[in-house]
Structure formats: structure tokens, C-alpha cells
């Protein structure tokens, strides 16, 4: 992800690399002598804890900036030589965060859960679908991570899904078809968003919203609406996950330029649809230059990225992994903000006043409160390109808005 005034790749999903040496069946060294920590990961293994975190590698999951926070979440505190206390020696990352994944047994659902289940900040899994949701439980709480998986089928069981929920995960509704565009899912996922995030008004109104459904231009608008009727709305802590087309950006820049992918990052603003979708190649770090053909390939790849993994999957899905890896991310990323961390930045569709539209994609700073800051730097000094491109944006975005308010409204 991105550092305050420079960019950095700031990957930070649920430690998904067994490359990284992070703890999970934590035990320390000191003064030769070697122990199992009481913490709660003492039945987490696979991945090991030191005093200090080490990685043979820097996994893409994570990004730099990634490893670095949890290389300080995982220092320990200073102890003397003659060590008086051995607790001292825990980590700080406490696993007491619950999250519920609403649409956990669908294709998006059901990786993502397990990428959840993975992350050391969440204690308690809720998972939520209308069917065939217990057997996605049962099998993931045969992973030997920290939190606890719990199944919850049908509307008769949401509200309980949801109670005391920190962060609520929306994957749920269908998924895109060949030759079916975003607009076509609409009917079909706004009645499902606003179902779900009426539950979420009644039962968790504090817990950050993350709304993956498409249409996302549409559905984050009726998701606000739906929170304003219930008097619980929070722009802060209502999200659009745009992650994976920051994900796709960074990926196909570093394959075109040939760049080593841990470090490469592309801010990607606007809305999650098409030309709504644009990848700010000038802004990209580390500095790369782009022909004019570059820039026009890279960026219709990006925005039709979608269409790519629907035509190769030939009928059988969309974009399901990639699209749970970015989700993942993001949860992780919203987890450690409430966890404290002081550098947390991702793009996302949120309520915004970066420009004249009510809700846009940029790059935001995430804290225990929700969204804390925007990124204006990143509007700024535009192409010639990308400020055409923006403008040509605004039509089709504007009109995704307001046809979730008035779906939501009616």
C-alpha cells in the first residue's frame, strides 16, 4: 500500500506465504533458553514466530510495508538480561477481532473465508449463506488457526451471524456470466445488498462494511441509503472493495515493465466497472515510464480484466480467487487499523469529496474509526490522459449512483 506522501507497496492480506516465518505455535529464544509461549496461537502452527519477524522473502501477500508492520507487531518488549519475566516475550498481536463473510459458501465466499480464517487478528469466523454454509464451516475448523469458525444458514440465523461483529464481509449474490456486463447483476444483487445490510443495521451498526457484490458503483449507494433509513449511517466505516483492481494494476505494470512485483504500486481511482476503473500508470512506484500505447493497453487490460477471467473460465465463474486474495487483504488491512496500526492506506469506493461525485475510489487512511484521511495528492498532476479519462468517467459513475439510490429509495 502507500506510505503518507510516497508510495510503497502495501500489501496486507492474512499472512497466506509460508515464506514468512510469523508466528503461529509462537516460541522465543533468550538467553538460550527456548519456549513456548501461553499466547493464544499456541495451536496455530505452520508458520513460526521468533523474537523478531523474519522472512526468506518478501511475499507479495504482505508487500514490504506489509512485512514491516508485522515485523513491529511481533517485536516483543525489551527485557533484561537476567530476564524477570517471561511473559514479556508474547507478541502484541492479540487474535480478538470477529468477522462475518455474508455469501461464505459461494465461489468468492468460501476461498475467502479460508484466507480469513488464516489472519492472527481474527478470533471468531461467522459465516453466513443461505445454504450449504455448515459443511464450509466444518471444513475450515479443521485448520489449525486461532479462530473459531461458526455456521449460520438462512434469514432465521443472520441476526445472530452479525452480533458483536467488528468488520462484515458482503460477497454474496451472482456472479458475472460470458457475455453478461456488471449492469446485468443488478436486480438480482441490489435486493440481496440491502437485505444484508438492513441485518447489519440491527445487529452490528459500528462494524466496517465491506461490500463486494456487484455492481459496486451501485451497491455501496444503496447500502448508504439503507443505513441513513435505519439512522445508523457511518460514511467512515462503508466501504466498496476496490482492491482488486489495484491488485490487477500492480500485477500487469510489473509484468509489462519487468519489474520485481513486491514493489511495484499503482493507485486506481473512480468507481469498479469498466471505464469507471482508472489505473493512475503516472503515479506508479517505483517510477516507470509508459509509451502512449502502454498506457492505453495497460489500461483497458485493467478495466476489462474481469471480462478476461469470465471468457477463460468459459462459463464456469469469474473471477473468484483473485478476487477473494484482494478481499482478504482488505479485511486485513481494516483489522489492523483497528488493531491500532498507525499505517494503513488502501483505495476504495467510498462517500467522498475528492471530487463532485458522492461517492468515489482513491486511496484512503484507514484507522480504529474508519476512513481518517484521503490522499488529495493523488488528483493532483494528472496526464493529459488520465484527466480526459476521468472526465469520461464521471457520466457512467454518476449514473450507477443514483441508480442505487433510487433502487434503494423506491
Same mark, same amino acid.
Given at each position: 500500500?502507500?506510505?503518507?506522501?510516497?508510495?510503497?507497496?502495501?500489501?496486507?492480506?492474512?499472512?497466506?506465504?509460508?515464506?514468512?516465518?510469523?508466528?503461529?505455535?509462537?516460541?522465543?529464544?533468550?538467553?538460550?533458553?527456548?519456549?513456548?509461549?501461553?499466547?493464544?496461537?499456541?495451536?496455530?502452527?505452520?508458520?513460526?514466530?521468533?523474537?523478531?519477524?523474519?522472512?526468506?522473502?518478501?511475499?507479495?501477500?504482505?508487500?514490504?510495508?506489509?512485512?514491516?508492520?508485522?515485523?513491529?507487531?511481533?517485536?516483543?518488549?525489551?527485557?533484561?538480561?537476567?530476564?524477570?519475566?517471561?511473559?514479556?516475550?508474547?507478541?502484541?498481536?492479540?487474535?480478538?477481532?470477529?468477522?462475518? =463473510?455474508?455469501? !461464505? @459458501?459461494?465461489?468468492?465466499? /468460501?476461498?475467502?473465508?479460508?484466507?480469513? *480464517?488464516?489472519?492472527?487478528? %481474527?478470533?471468531?469466523?461467522?459465516?453466513?449463506?443461505?445454504?450449504?454454509?455448515?459443511?464450509?464451516?466444518?471444513?475450515?475448523?479443521?485448520?489449525?488457526?486461532?479462530?473459531?469458525?461458526?455456521?449460520?444458514?438462512?434469514?432465521?440465523?443472520?441476526?445472530?451471524?452479525?452480533?458483536?461483529?467488528?468488520?462484515?464481509?458482503?460477497?454474496?449474490?451472482?456472479?458475472?456470466?460470458?457475455?453478461?456486463?456488471?449492469?446485468?447483476?443488478?436486480?438480482?444483487?441490489?435486493?440481496?445488498?440491502?437485505?444484508?445490510?438492513?441485518?447489519?443495521?440491527?445487529?452490528?451498526?459500528?462494524?466496517?462494511?465491506?461490500?463486494?457484490?456487484?455492481?459496486?458503483?451501485?451497491? =455501496?449507494?444503496? !447500502? @448508504?441509503?439503507?443505513?441513513? /433509513?435505519?439512522?445508523?449511517?457511518?460514511? *467512515?466505516?462503508?466501504?466498496? %472493495?476496490?482492491?482488486?483492481?489495484?491488485?490487477?494494476?500492480?500485477?500487469?505494470?510489473?509484468?509489462?515493465?519487468?519489474?520485481?512485483?513486491?514493489?511495484?504500486?499503482?493507485?486506481?481511482?473512480?468507481?469498479?466497472?469498466?471505464?469507471?476503473?482508472?489505473?493512475?500508470?503516472?503515479?506508479?512506484?517505483?517510477?516507470?515510464?509508459?509509451?502512449?500505447?502502454?498506457?492505453?493497453?495497460?489500461?483497458?487490460?485493467?478495466?476489462?480484466?474481469?471480462?478476461?477471467?469470465?471468457?477463460?473460465?468459459?462459463?464456469?465463474?469469474?473471477?473468484?480467487?483473485?478476487?477473494?486474495?484482494?478481499?482478504?487483504?482488505?479485511?486485513?488491512?481494516?483489522?489492523?487499523?483497528?488493531?491500532?496500526?498507525?499505517?494503513?492506506?488502501?483505495?476504495?469506493?467510498?462517500?467522498?469529496?475528492?471530487?463532485?461525485?458522492?461517492?468515489?475510489?482513491?486511496?484512503?487512511?484507514?484507522?480504529?474509526?474508519?476512513?481518517?484521511?484521503?490522499?488529495?495528492?493523488?488528483?493532483?498532476?494528472?496526464?493529459?490522459?488520465?484527466?480526459?479519462?476521468?472526465?469520461?468517467?464521471?457520466?457512467?459513475?454518476?449514473?450507477?449512483?443514483?441508480?442505487?439510490?433510487?433502487?434503494?429509495?423506491?
Amino acid at each position: 500500500m502507500m506510505a503518507a506522501t510516497t508510495a510503497t507497496n502495501f500489501s496486507s492480506a492474512s499472512i497466506a506465504s509460508g515464506n514468512v516465518k510469523v508466528g503461529l505455535v509462537p516460541k522465543m529464544k533468550s538467553s538460550g533458553l527456548q519456549m513456548k509461549s501461553t499466547h493464544d496461537f499456541r495451536d496455530f502452527s505452520g508458520l513460526k514466530a521468533a523474537a523478531s519477524l523474519t522472512c526468506e522473502s518478501e511475499s507479495s501477500f504482505l508487500g514490504k510495508d506489509g512485512v514491516t508492520a508485522l515485523r513491529n507487531s511481533f517485536q516483543t518488549k525489551a527485557v533484561t538480561q537476567n530476564i524477570q519475566s517471561l511473559a514479556s516475550l508474547q507478541p502484541k498481536i492479540q487474535a480478538s477481532f470477529k468477522v462475518a =463473510v455474508l455469501g !461464505a @459458501a459461494g465461489g468468492i465466499g /468460501q476461498p475467502l473465508s479460508l484466507l480469513v *480464517k488464516m489472519s492472527p487478528l %481474527v478470533s471468531n469466523l461467522h459465516l453466513y449463506d443461505i445454504a450449504n454454509v455448515k459443511g464450509v464451516a466444518a471444513d475450515l475448523s479443521h485448520c489449525n488457526t486461532p479462530s473459531e469458525a461458526l455456521a449460520f444458514t438462512g434469514p432465521e440465523q443472520l441476526g445472530d451471524a452479525l452480533k458483536g461483529v467488528d468488520v462484515v464481509v458482503i460477497p454474496a449474490g451472482v456472479p458475472r456470466k460470458p457475455g453478461m456486463t456488471r449492469d446485468d447483476l443488478f436486480n438480482i444483487n441490489a435486493g440481496i445488498v440491502k437485505t444484508l445490510v438492513e441485518a447489519v443495521a440491527d445487529n452490528c451498526p459500528d462494524a466496517f462494511i465491506h461490500i463486494i457484490s456487484n455492481p459496486v458503483n451501485s451497491t =455501496v449507494p444503496i !447500502a @448508504a441509503e439503507v443505513l441513513k /433509513q435505519k439512522g445508523v449511517y457511518n460514511p *467512515k466505516k462503508l466501504f466498496g %472493495v476496490t482492491t482488486l483492481d489495484v491488485v490487477r494494476a500492480n500485477t500487469f505494470v510489473a509484468q509489462k515493465k519487468n519489474l520485481k512485483l513486491i514493489d511495484v504500486d499503482v493507485p486506481v481511482i473512480g468507481g469498479h466497472a469498466g471505464i469507471t476503473i482508472l489505473p493512475l500508470l503516472s503515479k506508479t512506484k517505483p517510477s516507470a515510464s509508459f509509451t502512449d500505447e502502454e498506457i492505453e493497453e495497460l489500461t483497458v487490460r485493467i478495466q476489462n480484466a474481469g471480462t478476461e477471467v469470465v471468457e477463460a473460465k468459459a462459463g464456469a465463474g469469474s473471477a473468484t480467487l483473485s478476487m477473494a486474495y484482494a478481499a482478504a487483504r482488505f479485511v486485513e488491512s481494516s483489522l489492523r487499523a483497528l488493531d491500532g496500526d498507525s499505517d494503513v492506506y488502501e483505495c476504495s469506493f467510498v462517500q467522498s469529496e475528492l471530487t463532485d461525485l458522492p461517492f468515489f475510489a482513491s486511496r484512503v487512511k484507514l484507522g480504529k474509526n474508519g476512513v481518517e484521511a484521503f490522499l488529495n495528492s493523488d488528483l493532483q498532476g494528472l496526464t493529459d490522459y488520465e484527466s480526459k479519462a476521468l472526465e469520461a468517467l464521471k457520466p457512467e459513475l454518476t449514473a450507477s449512483i443514483e441508480k442505487g439510490i433510487a433502487f434503494a429509495n423506491k
